[in-house]
């Protein structure tokens, strides 16, 4: 897709997040002389195009009282990856769960889960839990937990 200059204004004005204001699109219509209908429209044009994969809230799980934020990794049998990953991102507490290649000999895990605890007794039950749904079929695990907050950004366009 061929960004044009009106789109390009609407990803300048929302690449750093959207407002917090109760009507964002309103805020950045006035912003750039535009309807908050337009930058809407545009919006859902760019995400269909896949110029922008999605909109949505990036919490700090910090703040929010979750200190036992980890990433599971899983060595699950390539066979039943699609099915027992899809029943693992069904899970309330997995906020994403992809699967990724394995790097031989170092790094045998091809699933990734990221779960938040405000405990970590609550974090080592939500482990167990994904532990048991993979049964036999997830041959070991790793639990990396962060120990901050990365900076999370997306695209990027110079103005």
Not at 51 to 77: C, E, Q, S
């Amino acid at each position: 897709m061929q960004l044009d200059e009106i789109d390009r204004k609407i990803i300048q004005a929302t690449q750093a997040g959207l407002p917090l204001v109760a009507e964002p699109y309103q805020a950045i219509a006035q912003q750039l002389g535009l309807t908050a209908e337009l930058v809407m429209q545009r919006l859902v044009l760019m995400q269909a195009d896949g110029v922008i994969r999605r909109i949505g809230a990036v919490p700090n799980h910090y703040k929010l009282g979750y200190r036992y934020n980890g990433m599971t990794v899983w060595d699950v049998a390539d066979t039943h990856i699609d099915r027992l990953g899809a029943q693992v991102a069904g899970l309330n507490f997995v906020s994403h769960c992809y699967q990724r290649p394995r790097h031989l000999p170092d790094w045998p895990y091809n699933l990734f889960a990221m779960i938040h605890s405000k405990t970590e007794q609550e974090a080592e039950r939500q482990i167990a839990v994904i532990a048991a749904m993979l049964g036999e079929n997830a041959r070991q695990h790793e639990v990396l937990y962060s120990s901050k907050i990365l900076k999370k950004t997306g695209l990027r366009i110079a103005g």
